[in-house]
């Protein structure tokens, strides 16, 4: 049995291996940062065995409560995704699976690599209604890609939508791409409404350093990026910096900063209530759009969120904080979960692209309200 995460994302060490199928693993930190709770690696050798993981140090991990009443995610191709029996007694978390391949992958969700997302991003590029175009680079010089759907003209309302600013979160990813591939679609009724009506910019992967270091909340200067809004710069968050400029440029009525969350089981949205500018208007119009949501997965709970800010005290640190401030539009978080929605068949990458493609239903919706 081979243990490795010589992988884009991967993210585990292995201590030792013991007879039987049984091995010990840890979690790795963050770059420059002491963050880690996410792990992908993969285990060739081990068909038939029954295998138990045992990840050491997750009692020490960031978030480690997220791991109680937690599944992992296994695939023999990174493409079908299903969770396995997994124990969390506060200090170790164990798996147990019996691999029905020679190669398996193991990950905390739906592991996301960086090929995957330049596949979809040709795909993208091939449509005349669609462009994809690199509005900066990472600390590392990768690409920050923006895809533009539509093209700009009088009324029409511009839509933001961006993903993966904590790269281990990897829903956020799934959710992009659900979003990418109605859009591709051209004989879809609600894609031909949003042309006539809006442009969408999608940033898919706000933090491709994260994604391809394994990573789960920062990016390689180890600065968590959903924190770098109010002060962005070039040398640490020039990621961040990029996809402001872009805004500034194009302008926004409507943004949706996609997440995942470590403990809530299940799906919900965070609006700007504390901003300065705040206002009865923006708070009718999360109601309104919450309210849609429901409708586009079983598992959105519309009256979950992280709790009110005081009033002007809202952190503008924050991407939806910074962005509904700035200007002065509907501006919302969404968050997925890590665990489980419903036992039967858990929260999965399917189920975060199938929520992408039918939030594109709420958009339209809201489209004549937004201003």
């Known amino acids: ?186 004989d879809d009724e609600v894609t031909r409404a949003l042309l006539d009506d809006c442009v969408i910019f999608i940033v898919p992967n706000v933090n491709p350093d994260g994604s391809a270091r394994g990573n789960f909340r920062t990016n390689a200067a180890g600065r968590d990026l959903n924190r770098e809004w109010a002060f962005p710069n070039a040398e640490a968050s020039p990621e961040v910096l990029a996809v402001r400029s872009a805004m500034e440029e194009a302008g926004v009525d409507l943004y949706l900063d996609i997440h995942g969350d470590e403990t809530e089981p299940c799906i919900f949205a965070v609006g700007c209530a504390g901003n300065p500018r705040y206002s009865d208007r923006l708070h009718w119009l999360e109601r309104r759009f919450a309210g849609g949501l429901v409708k586009c997965d079983r598992g959105f709970s519309p009256e979950h969120d992280y709790g009110p800010n005081d009033p002007g005290k809202g952190d503008l640190r924050i991407a939806n904080n910074w962005v509904g401030e700035r200007f002065d539009c509907l501006s919302m978080t969404i968050e997925m979960p890590f665990k489980d929605v419903a036992p039967a068949d858990g929260f999965s990458p399917d189920r975060a692209r199938s929520f992408g493609r039918r939030t594109l239903e709420c958009v339209l919706e809201s489209l004549d309200a937004l201003r």
């Open 1 to 186: 049995m081979w243990i490795d995460a010589d992988l884009c994302g991967g993210n585990i060490h292995l201590v030792r291996k013991h007879h039987g199928g049984s091995a010990e693993l840890t979690l790795q930190h963050d770059s420059a940062s002491p963050i880690r709770q996410w792990f992908h690696f993969r285990v060739r050798g081990a068909q038939g065995s029954h295998l138990e993981l045992s990840i050491v140090n997750a009692g020490e991990a960031s978030y480690p409560h997220g791991y109680y009443h937690y599944r992992a995610l296994a695939s023999y191709d990174l493409e079908r995704w299903f969770r396995i029996d997994t124990h969390f007694d506060g200090r170790k978390l164990v798996l147990r699976h019996r691999p029905e391949d020679d190669v398996v992958h193991y990950s905390y969700f739906g592991a996301y690599p960086l090929d995957r997302q330049r596949t979809l991003l040709t795909r993208a590029s091939s449509v005349p209604w669609m462009r994809v175009d690199s509005i900066g680079r990472s600390i590392e010089g990768r690409s920050i890609d923006l895809v533009s759907f539509g093209n700009d003209g009088p009324g029409k309302r511009r839509i933001w939508i961006s993903a993966r600013q904590h790269s281990g979160e990897t829903m956020a990813a799934f959710f992009a791409e659900g979003v990418i591939e109605r859009l591709l679609d051209g």
